[in-house]
């Protein structure tokens, strides 16, 4: 079985060196700050004093680093990678770097007959625990294949995507749409908290319809718990968008979107956020306007329905103020006697309520279910006649109540039946 060294026990790299380990493979681990590598070692690693010491003992070097710099230190620096370098090693960095850093690590260890390939992934620290990472992977498509193995052991999406520099490159482009994504997350969230909405049933709606996102899904419980522990920091993530403008300068490529996100988390470093997930960058908008994005107990629920509940509607109104509606009305009833003829007559009704689907209205004169009537109001409600069905019929003494569904109504028309009986309404308080 493949002896592995993994450099870099940070956030990402330790769940993943310890998952090579569960996996039964021999694994050395090298830490600049070296009491990162205890807690592994107790899994059964073996602990390296240098990155060339790892390198030396291992026959793939897997490398996890935060930046640029840091992995140039690692390959440069005195009893640094290069230092360890033997034939037919593998090194495979899964740091998220300039697609040029990895160009040129690639061509320089090839002339060390070292193969290089570079591999990012996505999936953050709960994927990294579990193993379930993806890999964007560059480089000779023979070192790939041989070493399918080593990924199966930390990912469950292997893509082999060109020639060196064809990982970094997509994990720059999937990183553009991350910080994107999360930002109109932050926004959405933002807006519907200023308006009094609970952030928790928002989140509900956007789960189910077109906004929602995997950032939604992973962030979204994270910021309204206030939980901003690290799955991947926000100084990262404003790291790979700044290769990412540094890419599309070099392309002359548009891209305000990815500058948009930048300044918000270029914002959020300069709140003191960088090493808290990046997901903390919500707080640029929570210091905009002046509150929390946080879902609310209980009891804040009942207090704030209380306080933000809707106007009554005009039949609320009716009922809790007692008012009786006594607008009278003439009521044309038709009855067909053959075809291409009928009778009618004309008789009086009183209008006491208006519901969401018609009028109840009652009179002395008997009608029958499912009768159609036309309803014609008063001059000054200045309505057309309104042809209704009877679909509910009570009795009280001599008094019929009829419960009638409007047929055809236009909605200018029911706007301004609804805004006759709310002038009734005041006219009776």
């Known amino acids: 079985m493949k002896r592995i060294g993994f450099i870099g026990l940070g956030t990402m790299g330790k769940p993943m060196a310890a998952n090579l380990i569960q996996k039964g493979y021999t694994v050395t681990v090298y830490n600049r700050t070296a009491d ?97 990472l993806t890999f964007m992977v560059g480089g000779n498509k023979e070192v790939f294949d041989e070493h399918q193995d080593v990924f199966t052991a930390l990912g469950s999406k292997i893509l082999h995507l060109g020639p060196s520099g064809s990982g970094s490159y997509a994990k720059l482009a999937h990183n553009t749409m991350v910080g994107i994504n999360l930002i109109g997350l932050s926004e959405g969230l933002a807006i519907a908290t200023k308006a009094g909405l609970n952030p928790a049933q928002f989140l509900e709606i956007v789960s189910f319809g077109s906004a929602n996102s995997r950032q939604a899904e992973l962030k979204g419980n994270k910021i309204i718990d206030r939980d901003f522990s690290n799955q991947f920091s926000l100084k990262l993530m404003l790291k790979d968008l700044l290769l990412a403008q540094e890419l599309t300068g070099k392309f002359q490529l548009p891209a305000p979107l990815l500058h948009a996100a930048t300044g918000l988390f270029q914002m959020g470093l300069s709140k003191g956020l960088g090493d808290e997930d990046l997901s903390a960058v919500v707080q640029c908008y929570e210091d905009w306007m002046g509150q929390e994005v946080i879902r609310p107990n209980e009891a804040e629920i009942a207090s704030s329905t209380e306080k933000s509940a809707s106007p009554l509607s005009g039949r609320e109104r009716r009922r809790n103020t007692r008012v009786k509606l006594d607008i009278q009305l003439k009521l044309s009833i038709y009855q067909w006697e053959q075809e291409g003829s009928f009778s009618g007559q004309n008789i009086d009704g009183t209008l006491f309520d208006l519901s969401e689907s018609g009028l109840q209205i009652t009179s002395d004169s008997p009608l029958a279910a499912d009768m159609f009537i036309v309803i014609h109001f008063p001059k000054e409600a200045d309505l057309p006649p309104i042809t209704a069905r009877v679909i509910r019929i009570e009795s009280s003494g001599d008094q019929f109540h009829y419960g009638c569904m409007l047929s055809g109504l236009p909605p200018y028309v029911r706007i301004k039946l609804e805004q006759y009986i709310e002038q009734k309404i005041e006219l009776a308080q």
Do not use: C, W
């Not at 990162?36 to 390198?55: F, H, I, N, P, R």
């Not at 690639?106 to 999936?123: Q, R, W």
């Open 36 to 132: 990162k590598a205890d807690e592994l070692v107790l899994l059964g690693a073996e602990a390296a004093l240098t990155a060339a010491e790892a390198t030396r003992s291992s026959d793939v070097l897997i490398t996890m680093l935060s930046n640029d710099a840091a992995l140039l230190e690692t390959f440069y620096s005195d009893q640094g990678i290069l230092s360890g370098l033997h034939p037919a090693l593998t090194i495979i960095d899964s740091s998220t770097v300039s697609p040029l850093t990895s160009q040129k690590l690639a061509e320089e260890l090839a002339a060390h007959y070292v193969d290089f390939l570079d591999a990012p992934v996505t999936g953050s620290k709960p994927a990294a625990e579990a193993g379930t």
